[in-house]
């Protein structure tokens, strides 16, 4: 490998509540490595950043490089991410991370390169608008489908962040009254289609004598919660309250998607997350047939797509950060 | 009057349902005259056209000038109006009104002068932002409540119109399944919110037996319709049903507003409309209590602020579509 190329790779890493996945990319966002190791349960932000260097490690090397000859490193965060000072606060997914953390600082440190920190959505929403399903468009919503429903926003080309908390879209209203959040408010898209929040319904209906196979599923995988595979599995199998919890998840994407529509007016709607990768693309057709009865301009609907980068896309998105912020050394 | 501040002087227009109301300012958006018009209820887009051209004219001759000496004409309309041909289409409060009617170019004709034509809510939500309650802000959402419930975007300082269609908020759901809209769809904001909605609501439960002073009032003052100045009469007298509709009204607007909100990020959020205005500002207290529990960054909700231009705001908004675009004449 030349020294130019050395020079021209980048890390990329996406942070998420239950792995670390990292990667290393050429210029041309080639891949030419990665790792993934579980997300520390315990311990704090240290601990974390510690399991973070050592997946980045083996990613690297994988590429036959050490850290400090890449160009920078971009990580995509849970939580309330800061762009401008790489500081990450109240990342509730992740152990003992409430107050806020200089995760670049600390992982600049560690790698003795350049860290880019962003928002986990809204890096991947830019790795689909540069790379992925988004790149013929100029204005997107991103709908990412997992724990949680996140959103990300490209207008006109640009990130859109608001005052830093722009694409809240899990908890846009789309019942008032209505069903219990995880994060305490009611009727949020997310208190319906949010994966954590479809396993605390389907424990409960347990609880009060539903049938279901979702958690014999989830025992015979070896796994502690529903993961969306769970899902995934007990659907295919036509599990009752699977079935009913996933279209009652469905019917609120379609409401709550259809009304930031109507407020941004996007070419394209790009679902993604670790749900809406996984369910594919007959559900991006379900959320689409859901979303239409509510569309203001229902003759011309907006683009939807599934993600196209798949599970990698939060790491592709992440190194891009670099990508668009600091200059290639010459070699 | 100088030749200089003929020429600079510039018409705007706001076409409701209901009032056409002209006004001409000079550079300094000083008013230099007004005129007020019933809207057509008969007839097609000619009519209201010449009902146009004769409120402007009045307003015109109040400045001292002849329309040939105004800079330009700017006009705010309902319906899906095309900034870029002027051409408005499917403007369902104005009289045979669906198909696309030239009225930029019409208007042009009858006046001798550029005519520029936008969205009503956007020009005067527009107007707030450059003379009016939004100031100080670069990003702003605005909801103009009144027969329906509009919103109008302005992000980083530039109108946000999306694909033409952006800030449609009254038709963000608030209750999948909720009240029928007058657009035909369900849990729209505006089927809680919108005066018609609530009226077409009033009559429904006084049929079905409820008791209000809402329609002897409306027939005291002349009316037809549940007009901002009856409900406001109502309320005051603490009519049963004014109030509780009100009540859901209000509701229903913390709750949509908020979604907008947890969606854009916005610095503020102004409230007008002829029902927003009339309401004023114990009203937008009111709301903001109610959108408080529905925002994802509840520890730093936008400023809410009711607008600052009043009933001729519309207008002034339409004249600035001039100044932005058309440059002065040297004299």
Chains 1, 2 share one sequence.
């Not at 468009?137 to 722009?166: C, E, M, N, Q």
Request: with cysteine; charged share 25%; hydrophobic share 40%.
């Amino acid at each position: 490998m030349s020294p130019g190329s050395e020079h021209a790779a980048r890390g990329g890493i996406d942070l998420g509540g239950t792995k670390i996945q990292t990667i290393v990319v050429d210029a041309d966002n080639k891949i030419l490595g990665q790792s993934r190791r579980p997300t520390p349960t315990e311990g704090g932000p240290e601990d974390v950043a510690k399991e973070i260097e050592a997946a980045l490690r083996e990613a690297t090397a994988q590429a036959g490089l050490e850290t400090r000859e890449l160009a920078g490193v971009g990580v995509g965060s849970p939580g309330d991410a800061d762009e401008a000072t790489g500081v990450v606060s109240d990342a509730r997914n992740l152990p003992g991370w409430i107050g806020p953390f200089p995760l670049g600082e600390q992982l600049s440190g560690q790698f003795g390169v350049p860290v880019r920190v962003g928002n986990d959505v809204q890096v991947a929403v830019q790795g689909e608008f540069e790379l992925g399903a988004a790149k013929e468009f100029d204005t997107i919503l991103g709908v990412w489908w997992g724990t949680g429903v996140g959103g990300g926003l490209i207008l006109d080309g640009k990130p859109w962040l608001g005052r830093g908390a722009a694409a809240e879209i899990g908890h846009v209203v789309v019942k008032m009254g209505g069903a219990r959040c995880t994060c305490g408010r009611k009727g949020c898209m997310e208190a319906y289609a949010g994966r954590m929040a479809m396993e605390i319904r389907a424990r409960k209906e347990v609880q009060n004598g539903a049938k279901t196979d979702l958690f014999r599923i989830m025992e015979e995988r070896g796994r502690d919660r529903l993961t969306s595979g769970v899902w995934e599995r007990a659907l295919r199998h036509g599990d009752d309250l699977a079935t009913r919890l996933m279209d009652r998840a469905v019917k609120a994407l379609g409401a709550g998607v259809a009304s930031c529509v109507n407020v941004i007016d996007p070419e394209a709607v790009i679902i993604g997350g670790g749900l809406g990768v996984r369910m594919g693309e007959r559900y991006v057709r379900r959320i689409a047939a859901r979303m239409h009865p509510h569309l203001f301009m229902d003759d011309r609907p907006p683009e939807i797509r599934l993600a196209g980068l798949g599970d990698l896309g939060g790491a592709i998105g992440a190194a891009l950060l670099v990508d668009a912020r600091v200059p290639t050394p010459a070699t």
